[in-house]
């Protein structure tokens, strides 16, 4: 498959799902929410890409200049351009926020919903929904928090601590003598 066809077939799929998306809301109404955890599902997985692509793609344009002394001129006008685009973007989310004013009129409520205390159950959609992470190095980061919280951390009987790694014991290191 050329490269061409690939962008014909993600361009006509692109639109196909427009269509399909109408529809659907058309024939269906406000019983199509639905089908939200597809659409849910689908902004998580970009959410997800986007670090890892950007990443690959400063990768992949460093290593294409070949003379290292050109790196210096593109590294300050890529900083200063993250740098302008960064400060238009806080600009202009500061300015909406004060003109828009989110929240407002909204009575706050103290109780605590029952899906954070424990007492809701997840439903199927909400179990697939959590496989898909928004960011992936930060699922990755929590999980190993997870793991290091769960078989980590001594022993006061024993003067042992646990290693994380095989779930065996070990004696702590010796401290060194300065």
Known sequence: MTHKTAQRIVLYGIFIGLILG????????????????????????????????IVASMICG???????????????????????????????GIILVNIIQPGAGVERVGAVPDILTGKDTLSFTDVILGMVPDNLFNAAAEYADDQADGYSGSSAQTG?????????????????IA
Not at 69 to 84: C, H, I, P, Q, W
């Open 22 to 53: 109408v529809a659907v809301g058309f024939w269906m109404g406000p019983s199509a929410v639905m089908f939200s955890w597809l659409g849910e599902i689908f902004l998580r997985a970009l959410k997800m890409i986007i670090v890892p692509l």
């Open 62 to 92: 460093i290593t294409s200049l070949g003379d290292v002394r050109k790196l210096g001129r593109t590294g300050a006008v890529t900083l200063a351009y993250y740098m302008v685009t960064t400060g238009l973007a806080v600009a202009v």
């Open 160 to 176: 042992k601590q646990a290693d994380c790694r095989h779930g065996v014991e070990r004696r702590p290191r010796k401290e060194a």
